[in-house]
């Protein structure tokens, strides 16, 4: 099994409405999103997939409406506030936090992927010290 990487990054405001300190306030973050994709073979290039192809996916699923978005619990305060307004939501089943994001942006994209190519892992930065790491424990 081979794999190929590659980084991106987007800005973003979020926040956890049931945290007991700061991070229920909204804030934002500028993320990092580390996507690895793996294959069983190489293609006829010689390649896992081509990089140019893998950035055009994760732009168009993922960046596109992530970046300069707000990133909230459907259902909360919060979202329900913002619904009619012309703000850029994104809006999660659960808590907007780096490891519900990242399994969003997982099931995202292995729907998205070519066939025989599957996300290996992901890693979203939230801060420089901190990510959440989606590893892949099915293919
Ligand atoms: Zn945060």
């Given at each position: 099994m081979l794999s190929v990487c590659k980084v991106f990054r987007f800005e973003a405001a979020h926040s956890?409405?049931?945290?007991?300190?700061?991070?229920?306030?909204l804030h934002g973050h500028s993320y990092e999103l580390h996507v690895c994709v793996k294959a069983k073979t190489l293609n006829?290039?010689?390649?896992?997939?081509d990089f140019g192809d893998l950035k055009r996916i994760v732009q168009r699923e993922i960046i596109d409406e992530f970046d300069h978005s707000v990133v909230l619990k459907k259902e909360s305060l919060l979202a329900l506030t913002l619904m009619h307004s012309d703000q850029k939501l994104v809006l999660l089943?659960?808590?907007?936090?780096a490891e519900n994001m990242v399994g969003l942006i997982a099931n995202r994209l292995m729907s998205a992927l070519p066939e025989g190519i599957h996300v290996h892992f992901l890693k979203l930065w939230e801060t420089s010290t901190s990510y959440a790491l989606w590893e892949n424990d099915r293919d």
């Open positions: 956890l409405p049931n945290h007991p300190g700061a991070f229920k306030n006829d290039q010689g390649m896992v997939m089943d659960n808590d907007p936090t």
